[in-house]
């Protein structure tokens, strides 16, 4: 039969880590080995939720978390591990929210393109590569079999890549964001010169603006972990007829 010693109590393991996300969330994770019904019984005291307690004199001192996840390991003779996870953030200052910068292209009409009337299919009243407009008010039809040039042919092309310019920010926060606005929502995000990922934000060409396109939050303990994401129009701005602006 194997036989556990010193096990008359919890033992908290060897490797409890404390770890920060980007954003600045934390997380205590810690293990304990004992007895099954020690174990056990400490398994059903802790509620998912509850404020952060320690289960032994030597672990830490920590505020501002609660318990996020936990299980319970049964081993052999008798013994069980009980694995907690804790969350939220432990100190008094808030870090600066994180913020990056996502360049990927996106599917725009070709007729958007800003060289198409000089370069690629011109205008009603002077096509180029084999463009068609309807003749009474002048829109751009499309590209008809053997259109274009050489290698840039344009049979059939109604659309191209466009580069989408998005800024997302993440951080924490001690109160839950504002959300009493719709998405998205015409709004400029602003970046503080002590921010990290970056420290100004991109710059667009002028008559271009910002559209809050998304907002994820949730609560991580005492604190509430936020997620914006900010996307860069094109030329002439986001249309203020179809978007509300903060």
Do not use: C
């Amino acid at each position: 039969m194997i036989k556990h010693y010193n096990l008359d109590e919890l033992l908290r393991q060897p490797g409890a880590r404390l770890r920060s996300s980007r954003s600045g969330a934390e997380t205590f994770a810690v293990s304990y080995q004992g007895k099954t019904e020690d174990a056990a019984a400490a398994y059903n005291l802790i509620k998912l939720g509850s404020d952060y307690q320690q289960l032994l004199p030597t672990d830490p001192s920590y505020t501002g978390l609660s318990l996020e996840d936990k299980d319970l390991v049964f081993d052999e003779a008798d013994i069980a591990i009980l694995n907690l996870v804790w969350e939220g953030y432990t100190e008094e200052v808030l870090p600066p929210p994180f913020w990056q910068i996502i360049r990927t292209p996106s599917e725009e009409p070709i007729d958007a393109h800003p060289n198409f009337a000089s370069l690629i299919g011109g205008t009603a009243a002077n096509p180029k590569n084999g463009a068609k407009f309807d003749d009474e008010t002048g829109v751009f039809l499309g590209f008809p079999s053997g259109s274009g040039t050489g290698s840039n042919k344009l049979d059939g092309v109604s659309k191209y890549l466009a580069e989408k310019l998005v800024v997302r920010k993440e951080y924490i926060s001690l109160t839950k964001p504002n959300d009493n606005f719709e998405i998205p929502i015409i709004r400029a995000p602003t970046i503080d010169p002590q921010d990290r990922g970056l420290n100004i934000l991109p710059s667009i060409p002028i008559g271009w603006s910002w559209l809050q396109t998304d907002l994820v939050y949730g609560r991580r303990g005492k604190i509430w972990e936020v997620f914006e994401e900010y996307t860069a129009s094109g030329t002439n701005g986001w249309n203020t007829l179809i978007y509300p602006t903060y």
